[in-house]
C-alpha cells in the first residue's frame, strides 16, 4: 500500500516552528505533517529508503498502530499526544548514546515548553510525578543510503482514556500542569533539545549528555530492577549507567550490566 500524503502543517505548530528556527539544527525544517498514520516510524523509515536526510521529521495527528518498545502498544488519540519520528544518519560511536540524548531532550523540551521537571528511567521513559508521560523508539534500517535511525517519541499532551493496564501508570503534561499546553510549542522546544543533545554527540561531548541524563535519573539511583537474560530473570539494585549508555546494576554475584531488553523496576 503506498503512503498516505502529507498535508500543509496546521499553524498551531508552523508558527511555533518558525520562531525557533535558529535553535533547530537540521530538525524541523523539513517536517512532514499527517492527519493519520499507522505510525509516524514507518513512514519516516520509507522517507529515509527515499534518501531522507538528518532532521527530515514526520509528526502525525493520530496514529491507529503506534508502537512502544518490546513490541507494546503506544495509544495515539488524535489530537491528544504529539507522535513524531525523525530520521538521523547517525555515524560508529553516537549510536549507542543517541536513545540517552533522546531522553534528556524531551525532559529539557517539555520542562521549557510547560515549566514541568520530568525525570528519566533507564533507557529513556519520561516521568512526571512518577507516571510515565513520553517514550522513545529507536529503530535502526540500513540500506542503500546508508545506516538510519528513526528515533520515534510520543509525549501524552491531554488527558485521554488509556487502555486499563496502563491507564494508572501513565500521565500527560496537562493534567500535571493544570492548564492547557499547545502542542507546536512542545514539539519546537523538543526538537531544539534533540538538536543541541545530538550536536554534542556528534561533536564528541558525549559527557555533557551522560551528566544531563544522570541529573534527571536520581529517583531512578537505588531502586530495585528485573531484567532477563538467556540464563533466566536476574534482579539487583540500579546504580546508574556507565559512559556507553548501559545501565549498571549491583547484584549479589557483582556488578551487571544491561545494554537491551526490558527491565522492571520494582
Ligand atoms: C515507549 O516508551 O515504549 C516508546 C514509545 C514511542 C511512541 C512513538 S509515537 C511516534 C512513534 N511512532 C510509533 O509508532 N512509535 C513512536
Known sequence: ????????????????????????????????????????????????????????????????????????VWTSPAGAGLYVSTVVRPTGPVIPLLTIAAGVALAEGIQTATGLVSDLKWPNDVFINGRKVAGVLAEATSSQTGICVVLGFGINVSAAVYPREIADLATSLEREAGVSVARGNVLAECLCGLAQRYQQLTDGQRGEVLDAWRGRAVAMTGRCVQWSEVGGIREGTAEGIDDSGALVVRTDAGPARVTAGEVRWL
Not at 511555533?16 to 535558529?22: A, E, I, M, S, T
Not at 523509515?45 to 507494546?72: F, I, L, M, Y
Request: proline share 8%; glycine share 12%.
Open 1 to 72: 500500500m503506498s503512503d498516505p500524503r502529507p498535508q500543509p502543517l496546521p499553524e498551531n505548530f508552523a508558527v511555533p516552528l518558525g520562531r525557533v528556527v535558529n535553535r533547530l539544527g537540521v530538525f524541523g525544517h523539513k517536517v512532514r505533517w499527517y492527519p493519520t498514520v499507522a505510525s509516524t516510524n514507518d513512514i519516516a523509515a520509507a522517507w529515509a529508503e527515499r534518501g531522507a536526510g538528518e532532521g527530515c521529521t514526520v509528526v502525525a495527528n493520530s496514529q491507529s498502530a503506534g508502537r512502544g518498545r518490546q513490541g507494546r
